[in-house]
């Protein structure tokens, strides 16, 4: 289906002004999620799962990222519905499963906490106070933010298991993170407006990333440019892009590529390298080029998909603005029985 947009232009909204009071209050919830974390490991910690769908499922990469790449147990990452069909052996007495969903009433998701709960494995909801699913938590955090709400899980687990690190860092990293989101949203906004005002009438857009960025390079194609402005997008992970979509670039094909500073830049540089040669139309979001006062530079990487989440959301609502499409104009979602 090809869906028409006129060729009028919306106001452009503002950098929430409670931009960094919500990341704020979100880190707030770090004393009860070390002390869950405690009594989880007391009782015999198994393995982690993180669970969500849509865009709650892509803000699990980072935390997911942090402990598969430096926990001994296993972790887990699972859309909500695939959880509910395939209910892993895996899960039940011992395992820690960490949830999210913006609204907290994704049924899904709500049906996946419930058949954890069910199972009898711990459950971390981060979403709307009050709603179906962080009422049935063994600890809800509230608001906004959930990557930043499943990043505190993360480390609480390394830091209380003896993980190797320096945790005073990776706190201080933490506590930054408000006014260092907020700076990066309003250091890119002539940038992602040039891209979305360049990318605003082709056909489709493909979104590259890597790693824990991989995450937010799928969010931008399916959830904002799709479901948001009913754009033709995919999204690959930079090193797949390789084994078969390289081969649809030329010159008139867009792309958007995120690079990070995680240990898979290289895998973006590549890609990079590729693009620069092969297409005219490649535009890159680069952490690099952001200043993330008060991270210690050991930790940019671990940074990244946080201030490439806020990056991405202010390229939507530049896209939102230049094509006069509001992004919560939908077809079906929220409309029909789907």
């Not at 995120?258 to 952490?287: C, I, N, Q, V, W």
Request: hydrophobic share 45%; charged share 20%; with cysteine.
């Amino acid at each position: 289906m090809t869906t028409t947009v006129e060729s009028t232009t919306l106001p452009l909204k503002p950098i929430e002004p409670e931009f960094a009071e919500q990341v704020r209050h979100t880190i707030g919830h770090r004393a009860q999620v070390e002390q869950l974390v405690d009594a989880v490991v007391k009782r015999g910690l198994r393995n982690v799962f993180f669970v969500g769908a849509g865009g709650s499922l892509i803000a699990s990469y980072p935390a997911y990222w942090i402990l598969m790449r430096a926990a001994e147990f296993p972790v887990f990452q699972l859309q909500s519905d695939e959880l509910n069909t395939t209910r892993p052996s895996a899960l039940g007495h011992g395992s820690l499963v960490v949830v999210a969903s913006y609204t907290g009433t994704t049924k899904e998701t709500v049906a996946a906490a419930q058949w954890a709960k069910s199972r009898g494995a711990t459950v971390v909801a981060a979403g709307k106070a009050g709603s179906p699913l962080i009422e049935l938590a063994d600890l809800a955090i509230t608001g906004e933010n959930s990557d930043i709400a499943e990043a505190l899980v993360s480390y609480a687990l390394l830091q209380r298991l003896g993980g190797a690190g320096d945790f005073e860092t990776v706190w201080r990293a933490i506590e930054a993170l408000p006014e260092a989101l907020q700076l990066a949203q309003e250091e890119v906004e002539e940038q992602v407006h040039d891209i979305a005002e360049a990318l605003k009438d082709e056909p489709i857009t493909y979104v590259l990333g890597s790693g824990p960025n991989y995450g937010w390079a799928y969010g931008l194609a399916m959830c904002y440019l799709q479901e948001m402005q009913w754009k033709h997008a995919a999204a690959f992970d930079s090193g797949e892009f390789f084994q078969g979509a390289f081969e649809v670039i030329d010159d008139d094909v867009a792309v958007i590529a995120l690079l990070g500073e995680d240990a898979s830049r290289p895998m973006a540089e590549r890609a990079k390298t590729f693009l620069d040669k092969y297409t005219k139309k490649a535009h890159y979001l680069d952490t690099k080029q952001l200043s993330l006062p008060g991270v210690p530079p050991e930790l940019r990487g671990d940074v990244s998909p946080f201030a490439l989440r806020v990056v991405i959301g202010r390229l939507a609502k530049h896209y939102e603005s230049v094509r006069g499409h509001d992004l919560e104009q939908r077809h079906y979602m929220f409309k029909v029985e789907y």
